[in-house]
T-cell receptor, first 114, second 108 residues
Framework: DTGVSQDPRHKITKRGQNVTFRCDPI?????LYWYRQTLGQGPEFLTY????????KSRLLSDRFSAERPKGSFSTLEIQRTEQGDSAMYLC????????????FGQGTRLTVV | AQRVTQPEKLLSVFKGAPVELKCNYS??????LFWYVQYSRQRLQLLLR??SRESIKGFTADLNKGETSFHLKKPFAQEEDSAMYYC??????????FGSGTKLNVKP
């Protein structure tokens, strides 16, 4: 499968613990996005990168959230001191540069905070 | 502010019936609009984009700037069309704004 891959697929953690998710985009895609999706809602934008530069962060992304894309390839999303409200599906997507381009999504990481 | 509204959470139709999934957007500029689909246990994938004016799997969507709408239509629904459908807006060629989605259920 040469699509966007995310790891792990599922994560159960205790409240207060830190978690880190990984996303491997499609090779040579310059843009990488992180979205969060809760039950009954569409994906909500969290942040996006163009190559290694983080160009925008949503106000949804509190100080407990941090994302990196160190070499412009894979990306990590870390949540510190998890809360029950962080339980959601975390989606990663990538796209090539240019206007009106399709974003290719990964399968997502489902986080459950207990 | 940019916003995408999908007023129906669930739409049930019988096989062979026409289907229309509604999408309204709020954006002052020239919009780039998409429909994404998620079949059961599969990842979100692009169905169509307005700039291409294409028909995919029999679905079409027309941008109506006056009504700020981008409704998705198909004249004859098939059971395999059952899925979650998300309308998305991409202002300024950067991030996507998604609607809350409509679950389409096509009954035999």
């Amino acid at each position: 499968d040469t699509g966007v891959s995310q790891d792990p697929r599922h994560k159960i953690t205790k409240r207060g613990q830190n978690v880190t998710f990984r996303c491997d985009p499609i090779s040579e895609h310059n843009r990488l996005y992180w979205y969060r999706q809760t039950l009954g809602q569409g994906p909500e934008f969290l942040t996006y990168f163009q190559n290694e530069a983080q160009l925008e962060k949503s106000r949804l992304l509190s100080d407990r959230f941090s994302a990196e894309r160190p070499k412009g390839s894979f990306s990590t999303l870390e949540i510190q001191r998890t809360e029950q409200g962080d339980s959601a599906m975390y989606l990663c997507a990538s796209s090539p540069l240019g206007g009106n381009t399709e974003a290719f999504f990964g399968q997502g990481t489902r986080l459950t905070v207990v | 502010a940019q916003r995408v509204t999908q007023p129906e959470k669930l739409l049930s139709v019988f096989k062979g019936a026409p289907v229309e999934l509604k999408c309204n957007y709020s954006y002052s500029g020239s919009p780039e609009l998409f429909w994404y689909v998620q079949y059961s246990r599969q990842r979100l994938q692009l169905l169509l984009r307005h700039i291409s004016r294409e028909s995919i799997k029999g679905f079409t969507a027309d941008l109506n700037k006056g009504e700020t709408s981008f409704h998705l239509k198909k004249p004859f629904a098939q059971e395999e069309d059952s899925a979650m459908y998300y309308c998305a807006l991409m202002p300024n060629f950067n991030k996507f704004y998604f609607g809350s989605g409509t679950k389409l259920n096509v009954k035999p």
